[in-house]
């Protein structure tokens, strides 16, 4: 099956590893065509993903065209901020019936819109067979095949199946979920939170404070996402429990890191300026803060991440605050609470 993938960041280039070891016939779109041509010729992403060994059969082009003609599925993953552009122009390019993947994890700016709704914009005939991929997956494990699960979700079963039998493989097991708006919602929201973890274990915080923040992080993104329409079962799944424990516990994630980096007093503009890859949950954060207050739903270590990032606050005033939050039950809502 000819398969593209657009994007040839570090989540693109373990994609396509996985989807090339699996004997499709793949196309790894990256935007300049000098680095498309260094990653066709060493077969090697240093920049990105060091430790990946591109297949024989992943071709790399920096040609939309080339790359995405006659694919079956095409998996969109570039950072969220780029998805819209990316979409736009791969709709003219897209072969009938084929099935578009949504492998970046964000919310617009601006729109507040999630991934796949971005993409449906730019390409409404994608909209039968969208797919939204997310769960916890670090590139840098999946490149050295270390065992990894993910989810396949969207509306229609057919086109998540055709992701899930793509991509399994002996190291990386695909579930599927038709609940897309909550497995998008969990890959977006949790980097939010590991920037919280990051921002902990900088001030010198134990594993208390961690499984309180991961706890009460993952009750205020089922807060918002069933707001949003989602199951509040899938924030009990891969993409949504199971990313948010790797994102806030590991050395891989740049979103914990930037944490760190925050805590260490650096600002957000010398944070983006020295990574050099994306770190989403800056973005996802100004977004969240906004989805909260259009929908009325209480976010307070949204809210406090969201001063940290954009209000100058200091990192250890915002954890006081969060502790000093009036008193209040675990669970807000049920007849538990209600006959107690
Ligand atoms: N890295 C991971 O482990 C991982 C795992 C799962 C999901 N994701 C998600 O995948 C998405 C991509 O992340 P990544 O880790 O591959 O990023 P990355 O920082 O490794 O690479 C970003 C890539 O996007 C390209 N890019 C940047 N701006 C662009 C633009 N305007 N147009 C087109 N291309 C552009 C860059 O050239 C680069 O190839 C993110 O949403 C991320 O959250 C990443
Ligand atoms: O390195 P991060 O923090 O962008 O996280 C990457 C993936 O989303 C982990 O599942």
Redesign the pocket.
């Given at each position: 099956m000819k398969i593209a993938v657009i994007?040839?960041?570090?989540?693109?280039t373990a994609l396509a590893t996985v989807l090339g070891e699996n004997n499709h016939q793949v196309s790894l779109w990256?935007?300049s065509q000098a680095f498309a041509a260094e990653l066709a010729a060493t077969r090697h992403n240093p920049r990105?993903l060091p430790d990946a060994v591109l297949p024989d059969g992943v071709v790399c082009t920096a040609d939309l065209d080339a790359a995405a003609r006659g694919a079956a599925i095409v998996i969109i993953?570039?950072?969220?901020h780029?998805v819209r552009?990316?979409a736009g122009a791969l709709a003219e390019h897209l072969a009938a019936g084929a099935v578009v993947v949504s492998?970046?994890?964000?919310l617009e700016i601006g729109s507040l819109k999630r991934m796949s709704e971005v993409i449906v914009e730019e390409i409404p005939a994608a909209a039968a067979r969208l797919v939204a991929l997310s769960g916890p997956?670090?590139?840098e494990e999946v490149a050295l095949r270390q065992p990894t699960a993910t989810v396949a979700a969207s509306a229609s079963r057919e086109a998540a199946e055709a992701v899930q039998d793509a991509l399994m493989a002996p190291y990386f097991r695909v579930y599927t979920n038709p609940d897309i708006i909550g497995v998008e919602l969990g890959g977006a929201l949790k980097n939010i939170v590991a920037l919280g973890a990051g921002i902990g274990d900088g001030l010198g915080f134990g594993d208390n404070a961690k499984a309180a923040l991961m706890t009460r992080g993952l009750a205020e993104i089922t807060r918002l996402g069933v707001a949003m329409g989602a199951s509040p079962l899938t924030f009990a799944g891969l993409a949504g429990i199971g990313d948010l424990i790797v994102t806030c516990t590991s050395s891989h994630s740049r979103n914990r890191r930037a944490g760190l980096a925050l805590a260490a007093g650096k600002t957000v503009g010398e944070i983006e300026g020295e990574t050099g890859?994306?770190v989403?949950g800056i973005r996802s954060t100004l977004a969240a803060h906004q989805l909260a207050g259009r929908l009325g739903v209480e976010m307070p270590i949204t809210a406090e991440i969201h001063r940290v990032l954009y209000q100058g606050a200091d990192p250890r005033e915002a954890v006081g605050r969060l502790m000093g939050r009036g008193r209040t039950h675990e669970v807000e809502e049920g007849a538990e609470i209600e006959n107690w």
């Open positions: 994007g040839a960041g570090g989540w693109g990256a935007r990105y993953a570039t950072p969220s780029a552009a990316a492998a970046a994890k964000g997956n670090h590139a890859m994306v989403e």
